[in-house]
């Protein structure tokens, strides 16, 4: 088979048909960049076309409160800033890891309906001129292009609310979430609606759900059913509704609600994580006729180039099978990944992913 494009490929694995190979994409921290540059990658050159991985472009649109963001403090250790959605977080400078949520502005549903007044669609949150200036070259050179989406479970905790505030308010205070995952959704979707109208099309839709962790899930089956699954449905049917696959990012052991993603319609789920309890080899066996998997390579191999290649040959031909799969890591690339070791990595990805 000829060479295909990245959009050729990703269509083929949507459809669950063979491709001249998987594609192959990943999410390097910054830190790893940093190192990559460090060990002879060019500076001026993407780690994507370095490497000859997938293009895989993602329009986001603005539904936040529009908050002010500023810096609060700064080092050279770290720094403390405020975002868009009123948290202040903490992030290291030199070194990769999840922000410290040191506060938040929307604590209860007061703070909450302030917060909603200001989140509005309005063309000025779309960045119109990105692309004006991009969109036909990504369509001219075949690239797969994604849209975001900024809502649910996990968005709310971590972003927003604070963790242990949203557990407890989605037993106690149930209304107050459903309100806050329909409107971030609903603005989302408004604003995407004007990016569509205006002839800027997509392929895809996907959106960040963690809604798992080591070896179980944060809350109940029959919790998600109540609170979340209706707007991961709302997502789906909508995408659906314009030709478009929804693709879900859901970190942990969310075992339990494959089924129900499946119910609803979801067409891909990322990341499969190994180490937290995700079977990749399982769930392509017990449901690769409904789901397109992207995942599931341990990324506590990825600096052991002996583990990663017995892990590679023991997952990928199973994921490959009748297409259906996207090759990555289990959820982004860290620093103790070397230049040569991802080079390796993806080598032998596009030797076992080739059909």
């Known amino acids: 088979m000829n060479e295909l494009t990245s959009k050729e490929r990703f269509t083929r694995m949507f459809e669950h048909q063979e491709a001249d190979r998987i594609p192959i994409i990943d999410s390097p921290w910054e830190t790893t960049i940093e190192r990559w540059h460090r060990e002879g990658m060019p500076e001026d050159v993407s780690y994507v076309d370095y490497f000859g991985l997938d293009h895989v472009v993602h329009i986001s649109v603005d539904n936040s409160p529009r908050f002010e963001e500023r810096v609060v403090e700064e080092t050279d250790e770290y720094s403390i800033r405020t975002t868009a959605w009123g948290a202040t977080l903490k992030n290291w400078t030199h070194a990769a890891s999840t922000p410290e949520f040191l506060d938040f502005r929307i604590v209860d549903r007061a703070s909450w309906e302030l917060a909603k007044d200001r989140m509005r669609p309005t063309g000025d949150r779309i960045n119109w001129r990105w692309l004006e200036e991009n969109y036909a070259d990504w369509r001219k050179k075949g690239y797969w292009i994604e849209a975001g989406l900024w809502f649910g479970f996990d968005v709310t905790h971590s972003w927003i609310v604070g963790t242990e505030r949203l557990l407890c308010a989605l037993i106690e205070n149930p209304d107050w979430c459903r309100d806050m995952f329909s409107h971030e959704l609903e603005t989302h979707l408004a604003l995407l609606d004007m990016v569509w109208e205006a002839g800027y099309h997509f392929d895809s839709v996907k959106w960040p759900d963690d809604m798992g962790y080591k070896g179980t899930q944060f809350f109940s089956v029959q919790m998600y059913r109540d609170l979340i699954k209706p707007f991961h449905k709302r997502a789906i049917d909508?995408?659906?509704?314009?030709?478009?696959?929804?693709?879900?990012?859901?970190?942990?052991?969310?075992?339990?609600?494959?089924?129900?993603?499946?119910?609803?319609?979801?067409?891909?789920?990322?990341?499969?994580?190994?180490?937290?309890?995700?079977?990749?080899?399982?769930?392509?066996?017990?449901?690769g006729n409904d789901l397109v998997f992207h995942g599931g390579i341990n990324a506590v191999f990825w600096n052991h180039p002996d583990q990663i290649k017995a892990e590679m040959e023991r997952v990928v031909p199973v994921m490959k099978e009748r297409g259906g799969y996207i090759f990555s890591s289990d959820h982004s690339v860290p620093s103790s990944v070397s230049l040569e070791d991802f080079r390796q990595i993806v080598n032998f990805a596009k030797e076992l992913g080739t059909y």
Do not use: Q
């Open 238 to 287: 909508w995408a659906h509704a314009r030709g478009v696959k929804a693709h879900l990012h859901s970190c942990g052991d969310i075992n339990p609600f494959v089924p129900e993603l499946i119910e609803i319609g979801l067409d891909a789920l990322n990341p499969l994580e190994v180490k937290a309890g995700m079977d990749p080899v399982h769930l392509k066996r017990t449901y």
